[in-house]
């Protein structure tokens, strides 16, 4: 099967191959049930966060950015904003509450490095005008966790917009979050994080 086959490709974070450990979930996938594994998606592993990246998608900076094909690292070799970030004991580092509920307000949108880009053609500072939640919704991860997400469009100077989602799975104070959605990998970030495995994640102590 195919999925058997992908399970074997190590992940890759910091320049150098990881071994990965697949989670519970990943290994039970049939034709039948399970997250599908395609024969050009690659299993990664971050901290035992066992999930899929589609075909074209690395890990260059750290193994938690998450990059779509071609998009390279930021200047000064950073995290591109682009990237999908998975960012472990959320709430304890005053990312979100507890509860999620940052994900129902509007103005929640401005997390680490989600900003307007800047535009020097338009001269003068570049700001969020507005912003409105455009989706928001609910659903089950691989391995038996309920996710919560939402997406905001941000209205910048000039009347540029730009999208930004983040995900918070509060049972495991896990979030992840894209601070620009690249419009062409749009579906994909939200394909990666509907892949995670959190079997192993949970064991870790």
Known sequence: MAAAV???????????PSQVL???AHPMASSEEGYHVSDEATLHDYNGINLVLPDGWHVDIADNCLSPPGVGPAPGGSCPIEALRVRPNASD??????????LEDPDKWRRPWASCPQRPDLGGQIRAESAVISE???FTLVSGEEAVYSEWTVTCTGGSTFRTRAWYVAEADLEFDVPVLLEQAADEYDAIVRSTDLSRYKTIS
């Open 93 to 102: 580092d005053g990312l979100i509450d507890p509860e999620g509920a940052d």
């Open 6 to 16: 992908v399970l074997a490709v190590p992940g890759c974070g910091f320049g150098t």
């Open 22 to 24: 697949p989670g519970l």
């Open 136 to 138: 928001h919704g609910t």
